[in-house]
């Protein structure tokens, strides 16, 4: 009688134990989750702000890129691989950063904003939940789509101007490196990861499965 009275208590014991770490777990991964939060949001505001910046600055002129202090500090509102054709596109005559700067600005937003929300439902101590894969699913979606942006977007913005505006004939360029590719891949990679980690959720919710 005895004996069963210490392995009753050793196991309460275990699952005492076991209990305060999932709870001191659940702190660190809100704790983190606030910061994390706190991060994106500043990089969500100097990044409006540099777009804010270059649509005052586009109001009169034709300007993606802008310098200071003797060209020491250099800032663009496109991605360094377009800079190039954006010169081609300010030399007919047209404004680069509303054609470009837009596309970079938006898809940029959107993976900080699903990011945001992302950590919001972690903060909350929601883990592992429908929604979160949905919010991975929607970053994949975003940097999969921008990746052939970058690819493709120069074609068909030439295309378009030659076939419906009478500026200078624009040549049609398609941009592929590392840096296309490896947006390819990260989209690809954080779709597939929210695929299995949704079909964990079901499967937790459906069984009872302790993740």
Same mark, same amino acid.
């Given at each position: 009688m005895i004996f069963f009275i210490k392995e009753t208590s050793d196991s /309460? @014991?275990?699952? $005492?134990a076991s209990h305060d770490q999932q709870t001191q777990t659940t702190y660190r991964i809100i704790y983190i989750s606030k910061l994390t939060k706190m991060m994106i949001l500043l990089c969500g505001v100097i990044h409006t702000g540099l777009f804010l910046f270059f649509a005052l600055l586009n109001v009169d002129s034709s300007k993606a890129k802008q310098s200071f202090g003797e060209n020491n500090i250099n800032l663009t509102a496109i991605s360094e691989k377009w800079l190039s054709y954006a010169n081609l596109l300010e030399d007919s005559g047209l404004n680069s950063f509303w054609i470009l700067g837009t596309v970079d600005f938006v898809a940029q937003i959107l993976v900080l904003f699903f990011m945001f929300r992302l950590?919001? $439902? @972690? /903060?909350?101590g929601e883990i592992f939940r429908v929604q979160n894969c949905r919010y991975l699913q929607l970053i994949g979606i975003t940097l999969f789509s921008y990746g052939l942006a970058m690819i493709f977007l120069p074609a068909l913005v030439s295309l378009f101007i030659n076939l419906f505006f009478e500026y200078q004939k624009l040549e049609i360029f398609y941009y592929f490196g590392s840096v296309e590719l490896t947006q390819l891949i990260w989209g690809s990679v954080i779709l597939v990861i929210s695929w299995v980690m949704k079909e964990a959720c079901l499967m937790k919710a459906e069984q009872g499965l302790v993740i």
């Open positions: /309460e @014991y275990c699952m $005492l950590f919001g $439902l @972690y /903060e909350k």
